[in-house]
């Protein structure tokens, strides 16, 4: 085991690659789910995020703590309890203490459960190095997973609902008095996933890492 | 040790199951008074709502003191009954027979205003709907109602708890005269005239005959007392009129 400090050149990239060039949805297009789902507002997306990186981040460090010991017949099982349990937690918490976005996100929340990028985090990284550094690679691939949700909810409450966090930025701006009006399609579905396109286009013109051989 | 031996891969699970379940249920306990304070919060703002104050759930509790000035509890032949009405779990209630239960009423006074609030429970397409419905002194005209529902479809069902299905209760009657007959959900749009029909919502047929449905039976349980108490309501107008006739005499014979 190399004796690199945990905030060493190399670790740090586990924090920064998933912001970018390795973005769990952009670039290996997982969790893509509850992206569109609950994009519509900053707010839930916010806490979506959070949920998510507490959940990854824990996962991952357990994960990593009994990677000796976890029986590889059964470790997709053991990473789903380890999941599931904290994800319970997690809705357990919301309810008591942010008690509308709970209700916002209601069924979102269990479906962390199902995010592939968790099971895949655990599988392919928590398994097979310490909890130090497993521990990064969750924030880092959490906070990739965050941004994009953010960057598209950001998008779609503007121009959907014309607010920003709820604040009602358009009219504020007095935009609705020259004849603006909010595009009711943002607020929908597949416009979530056009949005997301959008992100990865550009993404993959900007980078050149991700821009593949002919 | 080999972790791959049968007999530890058993008594991996079993520990971690056993480990896992103890800190679920520990937080879940733990968890318990918080949840249970927002769910009374949030029933108490759709009582507030139901009477037309609207607050955030804060402020919940403070206008719950100050409108809500009575609490009932009643069984279906209308008489009080003792018991906390806040407390009544209607889930348990709607499934008992009618003689064994109990009804909760709410009174409330809005600027002057004194209104009854009935709360609902029925059955949507997926799960349950309940709400509540506030009734003008004459016990006959709705000033207003709240829905809600714990699964019904998004964008159909789902949206009985919407302004826009719950504003037209305001101003229709559940009498025609003597006859009961509830406010009912039609299926293609109730006409303007008609006081006791509103709006249905389409591709959500069935949670709107599910409104229906809970209307009826529920307000139909409450009928007896509405008979016993109404006497009383229209003798205090009697009363209040004959008032005014005695001080018109009074000032003739003087």
Known sequence: ?214 | MDVNKNSYTFGFAAIMVIIVAALLSSAAIGLKPFQDRNIELEKKQNILSSVGIVTDRDGAEELYLTYIKQELVLNNKGEEVEGSTFDIDLAKEVKKEADAQVLPLFISEVDGKTMYIIPLRGKGLWGPIWGFISLEDDLNTVFGAVFDHKGETPGLGAEINRPMFQDPFAGKSIFNGEEFKSIKVIKGGAGEDNMHGVDGISGGTITSDGVTDMLLERLTMYLPYFNKIKPTIEVDSVFSSMDSVVTVNDSIIN
């Open chain 1, 1 to 214: 085991m190399s004796k690199d400090s945990l905030f060493s050149k190399k670790n740090m990239k586990l924090l920064s690659d998933p912001l970018d060039d390795n973005n769990p949805i952009t670039v290996q297009v997982l969790g893509i789910c509850s992206a569109l789902a609950i994009t519509v507002q900053l707010k839930p997306a916010v806490v979506m995020a959070l949920s998510v990186l507490v959940v990854l981040s824990v996962a991952n460090v357990v994960v990593s703590l009994m990677r000796h010991m976890i029986p590889s017949r059964i470790r997709i099982i053991v990473f789903l309890v380890v999941i599931a349990a904290l994800v319970i937690l997690v809705d357990q918490v919301l309810k008591a203490f942010v008690y509308d976005v709970s209700k916002e996100l209601s069924v979102f929340v269990g479906l962390i459960i199902t995010n592939c990028i968790i099971c895949g985090r655990l599988e392919a990284f928590a398994m097979a190095n310490p909890p130090g550094k497993a521990f990064l690679d969750g924030l880092g691939n959490s906070f990739g997973y965050g941004i994009i949700l953010i960057v598209v909810a950001f998008f779609r409450e503007l121009l959907g609902s014309g607010t920003l966090y709820g604040y009602p930025v358009l009219e504020k701006l007095g935009l609705y008095d020259l004849g603006y009006e909010n595009n009711g399609m943002m607020i929908l579905p597949p416009m979530a996933l056009v949005t997301v396109g959008v992100l990865i286009w550009w993404q993959r013109s900007r980078n050149e890492k991700l821009i593949e051989n002919k």
